[in-house]
């Protein structure tokens, strides 16, 4: 090492630290055993804290701002030195920057589904997912119960604890909200809020913020998915013999305008005879009569892959897909008959059970 190498090495003038990752939380400035001149620049930019470490004690915090390093600045580790009266040679600290942004797009989703009582069902199961964001807000306590020593800490070293403190607090938040599974999707706002004022104390052991929980959909298992769509089907029933008047209305009034054919008119008789009947019948079926056995699925179904809707596919192809691997049990899928996107395992879970194909046969 030549001489002007040692020289940099032993004087920094310039300490500033810019970030082009977007997931850097703390950044420990490169020292080695190199020293800090008194009076060297430093600059801490909006969204930075700096702070120094002495001997291995947190010393001081420095907000935003350019600061020319003295006993002014620099209080704690003044007091520590005994530099009361100035100094003017060199000194040792380490400076970590702290980056203070949200950090943004943090994925949560429940792993397996959560049994829940209901206002309206008593008990169901359901899944949820979505994103939250996180901001430094304590630095020393974050420095001390999460950073330690790490010279580069990025979120990703954190993200999946914080996911498991929304998990394992998110059903017991669920059950004391009192909200209806019908009115959850009406209120994935005001229910995001909700959770995140419940949530948001457990991160304050850690020094940090969480600013937000974003609820993207909340679904409910297949099979209840299917007997809400039969009692809503039941509840349309009540209006039918006010459509079969409205349809014999509208068909005695084109005929009297010459628009309809006797054969039609006839045709909206039979069918208001027919639809009484029908009525009369539904009223006095037994509740506990089962419905009628479901027809061929004809369904067209949407995946997401890669982010993007891909689509529509028939079942058939939607099996191959399976079977082919390009389609797993967690890959969004939508039909028409779907309310929000869910997993492909909660609708064909069967081709799922079948999937592994059987040992190689031996010589």
Partial sequence: MGLFDWVFGQFIDVIEWTDDSQNTMVYRFPRKDNEIKYGAKLTVRESQMAIFVNEGVIADVLSPGIYELDTNNLPIITSLENWNHGFNSPFKAEIYFLNTKRFTN?????????MLRDPEFRMVRLRAFGTYEIKIAEPKRFMKEIVGTDSLFIVDEIEHQLTNHI????PTVLGKSDISILDFAANYGEFG??????????FDEYGLELTDI????????EEVEKAL?????????????????????????????????IGEILGVGIGVSLGQDMISQIG????????????????LYYVAIDGI???PYDVRKIRALIKKGKLTGETLIWTKRLKDWTSAKSIFEQYFDNNTPPPLPTS
Avoid: C
């Avoid at 998990?167 to 998110?170: E, H, I, K, N, Q």
């Avoid at 974003?214 to 298992?221: D, G, Q, R, W």
């Avoid at 006095?284 to 369904?299: Q, Y």
């Fill in 106 to 114: 943090l994925k949560w989703g429940t792993k397996n589904p959560i």
């Fill in 167 to 170: 998990l394992s607090r998110l």
């Fill in 193 to 202: 809020e909700y959770i995140t004022q419940k949530i948001a104390p457990s």
């Fill in 214 to 221: 974003l609820v993207e959909n909340i679904s409910l298992p």
């Fill in 229 to 261: 769509d039969r009692r809503t089907s039941r509840e349309l029933t009540g209006d039918l013999d006010k459509y079969i008047k409205q349809q014999t209305g509208e068909a005695l009034g084109n005929s009297s305008k010459g628009n309809s054919s």
């Fill in 284 to 299: 006095k079926a037994d509740k506990n009569t089962p419905p009628p056995l479901p027809s061929r699925d004809e369904s």
């Fill in 309 to 311: 809707s891909d689509g």
